[in-house]
């Protein structure tokens, strides 16, 4: 499976930004899928999550109430819809891939694809 993601750019703080992972090669519904995001000289860190069956989404403290994931089945994405934007958000967001569905959902090793990252920087 390839993931690839876009979406991101320069938001002002309080702003709002969507992220879009294209998944190819297998159908979206196979995976736990993820939002993870890197600070150089940091661990990579979970964001949000989504189960292969859609039906429970995970998230992280620091973006409860303002990060969102979601998926669409028929263009076989997942999407992060970020709301209310902090300078602290800034970092570079990677999609992730999970087809063993491990139920340590916000873990780095849990998952075996990853798509090249799109970075996101909060500013004015």
């Known amino acids: 499976v390839q993931l690839q993601a876009s979406g991101g750019g320069l938001v002002q703080p309080g702003g709002s930004l969507r992220l879009s992972c294209a998944v190819s090669?297998?159908?979206?519904?196979?995976?736990?899928m993820a939002w993870f995001r890197q600070v150089p000289g940091n661990e990579r860190e979970f964001v949000v999550g989504?189960?292969?069956?859609?039906?429970?989404?995970s998230s992280a403290d620091s973006v409860k109430g303002r990060f969102t994931i979601s998926r669409d089945v028929a263009k076989n994405a997942i999407f992060l819809q970020m709301n209310s934007l902090k300078p602290e958000d800034t970092a570079v967001y990677y999609c992730?891939?999970?087809?063993?569905?491990?139920?340590?959902?916000?873990?780095?090793?849990?998952?075996?694809?990853w798509g090249q990252g799109t970075l996101v920087t909060v500013s004015s």
């Open positions: 992730a891939a999970d087809g063993r569905r491990s139920v340590a959902v916000t873990l780095a090793q849990s998952y075996g694809y």
């Open positions: 090669g297998r159908t979206v519904q196979n995976y736990n």
């Open positions: 989504i189960r292969w069956s859609g039906s429970k989404t």
